[in-house]
């Protein structure tokens, strides 16, 4: 006898419909006939009930996509901008390890988890970096940012943005958005959307960090400065913003400073002329995370969902990274050498101006002066940014006779190959180092934020007592993206500061651009 699946019960068709990914698929399941739309239907408000119901207690579970999917498409970055939209993530701008910043946009396709990069038209953004990226009906906005300047000059001025940028998926278009008004230059700032408003909260701007709240209406384009409560939150950065309906936002941690990460909450009232900013009660603080400061929170139903490194593991160097902070480092870093076998070198690039240099400002060592052949007998004057010249017999005769040009020509060589024996020790040094590192590195961990009575007349928020599992998910880091889907948490990209070598001027900062996702167990019908 054969049996076709509208035979079986429907239990059984939902069942087989639960194990198909919850996007475009699922949704087209609702197309074939009245009965599988009634399937489909349950199937999906099970899921999202599962979910939220794992989310409270706790039992989540990370996956990671295989790098077959991903290693060969999108760049690795950290600082980005991501946001969801229909049944695709869709992934704007960030910079690598070495703070080059990008404007290209990405689309990872949920049903079928691979990157596509769309031929975008219109006005391209700047290539930047903490900027917020947010969905409206059909349309993407992104606002604000920085960028870091090129190395050469050095002691350039980073760039901060008030460009208001949006991109129409369905035309594949960005449209620049000139105002009259418009908040000052902001990065790693946060922003919400309330009905027809985007509400945008703190932020670095260029001589400050800000507290201000500034609105756009979306169906006119035009920006006004929100008047607040005298009681207010600090002025901060790297903060995340949860919507909580049409009137109310919460701003959840931050950073006010260098090392100065906050893990407060604050509630506000968007009621009246003048909003109202209320602090958050926290309770159960000993499950609350280290610190919440560019660690991207994501709401669930009655609860945030926040990753941060696991209070029990062991204690690893400290990962705040001020951007004002990163940008003077970044501007002023020691040069390499012009010879490529040369290593960076140790020291602040202070010592590079105070040196000798023959042929001006951070150009190349010249091994005579003329001038100096003539007038004087002594040996001429070795700057100390070329430390590897110990003879001290360079002069004009080395032009002049063959035979000292030969004995020049020797000891180059083995200097040459004295440099080579030092790179290659530095370089396994440093390998050496950072494998040991990398046994003892810690990983993300999941902690879970209780907001049911955060809009009650006692505004607290409780955080839920989990076990936690410090070696289940990724590798410790920061400055990642971390988006709802449908049934699952998406997280990509990131930072990991590493302190391992020892050295101030190597840059030991691991980006990534692996793609983890949190879903909850297996849920049976």
Request: net charge positive.
């Amino acid at each position: 006898m054969q049996c076709k699946i509208n035979d079986l019960p429907d239990e059984l068709l939902e069942y087989i419909l639960s194990l198909i990914p919850p996007y475009k698929d699922l949704q087209e399941c609702r197309l074939v006939c009245k009965r599988w739309y009634r399937a489909t239907k349950n199937v999906i408000e099970h899921n999202k009930a599962h979910f939220q119901k794992s989310v409270a207690f706790g039992s989540l579970l990370w996956n990671s996509l295989p790098s077959m999917h991903w290693i060969s498409t999108i760049g690795k970055r950290h600082s980005h901008s991501a946001c969801i939209y229909d049944n695709s993530m869709y992934v704007f701008g960030g910079c690598t390890a070495a703070w080059t910043t990008f404007n290209d946009l990405w689309q990872l396709d949920l049903s079928t988890r691979t990157w596509v990069r769309p031929i975008t038209m219109g006005n391209y953004p700047s290539p930047k970096a903490c900027a917020t990226m947010l969905y409206y009906k059909t349309n993407l906005i992104l606002f604000g940012g920085w960028s870091h300047p090129s190395p050469y000059p050095l002691h350039q001025q980073w760039k901060l943005f008030n460009e208001l940028h949006v991109y129409c998926i369905k035309s594949n278009k960005w449209t620049a958005i000139n105002t009259l008004e418009t908040p000052p230059p902001t990065s790693a700032h946060s922003a919400t959307i309330h009905k027809n408003l985007m509400v945008v909260f703190g932020g670095v701007c260029n001589e400050y960090i800000s507290n201000d709240v500034w609105c756009l209406n979306l169906d006119t384009y035009t920006w006004h400065k929100q008047s607040t409560s005298n009681l207010k939150p600090q002025p901060r950065y790297g903060q995340s913003q949860i919507e909580l309906g049409e009137k109310h936002l919460l701003v959840l941690g931050g950073c006010t400073g260098p090392n100065a990460a906050m893990n407060d909450a604050w509630l506000l009232t968007m009621e009246g002329t003048s909003w109202t900013w209320r602090k958050v009660n926290m309770h159960n603080t000993e499950w609350a995370p280290t610190r919440i400061w560019c660690h991207q929170a994501c709401k669930v139903g009655n609860y945030i969902i926040v990753l941060s490194k696991n209070r029990h593991q062991t204690k690893s160097s400290d990962m705040s990274i001020s951007l004002k902070k990163v940008a003077c480092q970044r501007s002023a870093s020691p040069r390499l050498c012009e010879s490529n076998l040369l290593p960076e070198r140790q020291g602040n690039v202070s010592t590079v101006d105070k040196d000798e240099n023959v042929n001006g400002k951070h150009g190349v060592f010249s091994r005579a002066c003329p001038q100096n052949a003539h007038t004087s007998s002594q040996t001429p004057n070795i700057p100390k940014t070329i430390p590897f010249y110990s003879d001290n017999t360079l002069s004009m005769a080395a032009f002049r006779d063959q035979s000292l040009r030969s004995n020049s020509n020797t000891n180059r060589q083995r200097q040459l190959e004295s440099l080579r024996r030092m790179e290659e020790k530095i370089r396994n040094k440093k390998a050496a180092v950072t494998k040991v590192s990398k046994k003892a590195e810690n990983t993300l961990s999941i902690f879970v934020l209780d907001i049911t009575n955060v809009l009650s007349d006692d505004c607290n928020a409780s955080w839920v007592p989990l076990k936690q599992n410090g070696h289940s998910g990724p590798d410790e880091r920061i400055l990642y993206s971390l988006v709802l889907g449908r049934g699952e948490l998406i997280v990509f990209g990131g930072i990991r500061k590493e302190h391992s070598s020892g050295h101030t001027d190597i840059d030991d900062s691991v980006v990534y651009n692996d793609l983890h996702f949190i879903n909850p167990p297996r849920y049976i019908i």
